[in-house]
Structure formats: C-alpha cells, structure tokens
C-alpha cells in the first residue's frame, strides 16, 4: 500500500482535505500534482485495499476515486465508505477530460 501526503502552503483558511484513491501509478501522481496546485491537502493511496487500511475518514472533506477504478472494486469501495462514513462525500472523477 502506498499513502502519501501532500498539501500546499498554508493561506490561512481551512483546508480541504482529500483522499485521492487511484488504480494506476501514473495518474495518481499526476493528479495529486494536479490537486497540490490547486490548493487541496491531498492524501493518496492506490487500491481498494489502501482506502480499506486507512484508519479514519474524519479528517477528510470528501474521498475521490479515479476512473481507473475497475467497476466491481468501485461498487465495493463506495458501497463500503457509505455505510461506514455516512455523512462522507464520494466523488468519482474522469481526469482524462483534462488532458
């Protein structure tokens, strides 16, 4: 499992806190440099089983998954965070209409 943490400097407002779940190497690389850059504290990690060992969700704003995600692990994970996180915003977000 990999986790990583990165957030851009402080502007003295509350920071939005994102879990970034993504299934391929490359693109969460790219799109934490994409979310840093835009002004989000950004933990990731890769897989189901990196969202699964995370140990709290309260710190988060919201949880976004790439669509990189095969289908059935999507359902799974989703499934899993609304019935445990009730009150967690699930995004899933397409980044290839970025370029």
Known sequence: MRVESFSKGASGLAAVRILYVS???S???RSEQLLVR???EVDSVLGTDGVMACRS???YS???IDDACPSEDRK???SWLR???PKLNILSASWRLLG
């Open 23 to 25: 299934y391929d190497p």
């Open 27 to 29: 693109t969460l690389v």
């Open 38 to 40: 835009a002004g989000y």
């Open 57 to 59: 969700f309260a710190e």
């Open 62 to 64: 919201c949880v976004l």
């Open 76 to 78: 799974k994970v989703i």
């Open 83 to 85: 019935a445990s996180f």
